[in-house]
């Protein structure tokens, strides 16, 4: 039989849900059964009823992967109440001139909804203690962070971000097998433009993504022979993630080859750009500019593009 401690519980979380936050008086025994991998002494954490249910049929040796699973059970379940912050702020909300009990009623209690289930799904506990003693247990599970949520895996933010915002499944699947998981912001874009479309209109988008992905390699083959450009090896350049903004090594690249290090140089070559990148189609060719822009104006500070850039020394060897 495990001897399980109970963790500190500072003052201010008293009956507080260590997974949610959420009132609670209800407790969970991690691990339900004895591991030789358990890093730690077997914990009991306060809990609601809810997440002691969900953490009450999880497997595993971690308490952060507990967590983990916990949580993003619970943006499964509440996926409907998350899209609201997406499809709406608060003030269209409070603006807005739906008429009927039914729709009357939605925008007296959307916002809050929302906020209670983002307050519930943004929460990460407070620091796991015993008797004063901080626990020193390294979080080292795989993940899968996109705009700032971290999920389970890929597969998990893809299900969540299609029910959240009512995209159209199998659109957003057939994005999702064509760009893969690096380029899951553009594939969330596309399919945010046609949330309501029927599958041969589907057919007809994906049809026309794989053609500009194919235009798409044919263009990384051929710039490595542009003359006049500063030899860059893009194979040795790194996707960025800012926000919610994937940048394209294809876009560094473009920028690196021509010398562009600042969006003054770079507003000053806007239209060679959407010349060059024309065959990709509006949509796509704005979305490689846009994440350009950011990432030339983050370059800006020295300290980010030292600390976060993984491209930062490829920029001295360039210049």
Known sequence: MLNYEPIDIPFNYRHTCWFCAEPGNDIVQFPKVASPYLA???????????????????????????QLQ???????????????GVNWTKQELEETTLEGTSFKGF????????EIAKGRVDFSGWPLAINGVPLDIIDDNYSYDFDGTRFI??????????????????????????????????????????????????????????????????????????SGLKDVNIESISAVTLGSEQ???????????????DLLELQQCEDAFFDEHEHLGGVAAFALYHG????????????????????????????
Request: charged share 25%; aromatic share 10%; with cysteine.
């Open 40 to 66: 730690h002494v077997p914990l009991q954490l306060p809990a609601c009823r809810e997440c002691k249910f969900i953490a009450t049929s999880c497997i595993t040796d971690s308490i952060w992967d507990l």
């Open 70 to 84: 916990v949580n993003n059970a619970l943006m499964k379940r509440y996926a409907k109440h998350l899209g609201i």
């Open 107 to 114: 925008t007296d209690s959307a916002w809050m909804m929302y």
């Open 153 to 226: 895996n890929f597969d998990a933010a893809v299900e969540f971000y299609q029910k959240a915002e009512s995209l159209n499944k199998y659109l957003i699947d057939g994005l999702v097998s064509l760009l893969g998981q690096d380029r899951f912001a553009y594939a969330l874009r596309v399919a945010r433009l046609h949330p309501s479309i029927s599958k041969r209109m589907a057919d007809e988008v994906l049809a026309e993504i794989t053609e500009q992905e194919f235009d798409r390699a044919e263009m990384l083959k051929q710039s490595e022979h542009q």
């Open 247 to 261: 940048v394209q090594p294809e876009a560094i690249a473009w920028a690196m080859r021509r010398g562009i290090r």
């Open 292 to 319: 350009l822009q950011l990432y030339l104006e983050a370059r800006q500070d020295d300290s980010w593009g030292e600390q976060h850039d993984p491209n930062h020394s490829l920029w001295h060897q360039n210049s």
